[in-house]
């Protein structure tokens, strides 16, 4: 059936330590990907996408995410954690199935920053 | 600030009732997405809107139903409320059309809806 998965329910991690939280998904062929962002009582917010090129993506915040086909992943990092960045991080993938333009999310990480 | 407007914020109706929720996409997004959020589900599709016109479908419940205005402001409506109805629904909009790449949406701050 065709997913997203992000394997780590709850992350905690140190502030100034790097971070990377996992995105699988599971799609014939390469879908088009996104990080989200949404702090508590927020809507999301876009970290960074990609759509083709470089398998790298910078995004806002300092996050970065690395595309890899041959797992099916879609990585999340960040070189150094601050305790703003706490929140609840949702990988998507779009333009597939039926669904069409609408995105499909995964069930999300939530991140914890500690001092 | 995304640009996309929801309202009401908060919701609170019984059982059996019906609700309006309503959304104001961003200036020039013709597209509109529904989404529900809740803690056992996570983030559904539920309804596409693109120009007025259904475009895409998801795991919609029957009670509920969505529209597009020529304005292109988009109402959800749920009835026959249940107490699983209980959720945030995020509105999202994007430029739309037939580019797949389009997917880039903008979110509403949502509406927390609690049915008691």
């Known amino acids: 059936a065709q997913s997203v998965t992000q394997p780590d329910i709850h992350i905690t991690v140190s502030e100034g330590a790097s971070l990377e939280l996992r995105c699988n998904y599971s799609?014939?062929?390469?879908?088009?990907l996104f990080w989200y962002v949404q702090s508590p009582g927020q809507g999301l917010q876009l970290l960074l996408k990609?759509?083709?090129?470089?398998?790298l993506v910078q995004g806002i915040k300092g996050f970065e995410a690395e595309f890899k086909r041959s797992q099916s992943s879609f990585n999340l990092r960040k070189p150094s954690v601050h305790w703003s960045d706490a929140a609840e991080y949702f990988c998507?993938?779009?333009?597939?199935?039926?669904?069409?333009?609408?995105?499909?999310f995964g069930k999300g990480t939530t991140l914890s920053v500690s001092s | 600030d995304s640009g996309v407007t929801q309202t009401p914020k908060h919701l609170i109706t019984a059982t059996g009732q019906r609700v309006t929720l309503r959304c104001s996409p961003r200036?020039?997004?013709?597209?509109v997405y529904w989404y529900q959020q809740s803690l056992d589900q996570g983030l559904q599709f539920l309804i596409q809107y693109y120009n007025g016109e259904e475009r895409a479908k998801g795991n919609i419940l029957e009670r509920f139903s969505a529209q597009q205005f020529p304005d292109l402001h988009s109402e959800l409506n749920l009835s026959s409320l249940e107490l699983g109805d209980s959720a945030l629904y995020f509105c999202?909009?994007?430029?739309?059309?037939?580019?797949?790449?389009?997917?880039?949406?903008?979110f509403g701050q949502g509406t927390r809806l609690t049915v008691v």
């Open positions: 999202a909009s994007s430029v739309g059309g037939g580019d797949p790449r389009n997917t880039e949406a903008f």
């Open positions: 990609y759509f083709s090129g470089d398998t």
């Open positions: 799609y014939g062929a390469t879908p088009y």
């Open positions: 200036s020039g997004d013709l597209s």
């Open positions: 998507a993938v779009g333009g597939v199935g039926q669904a069409g333009t609408a995105l499909i």
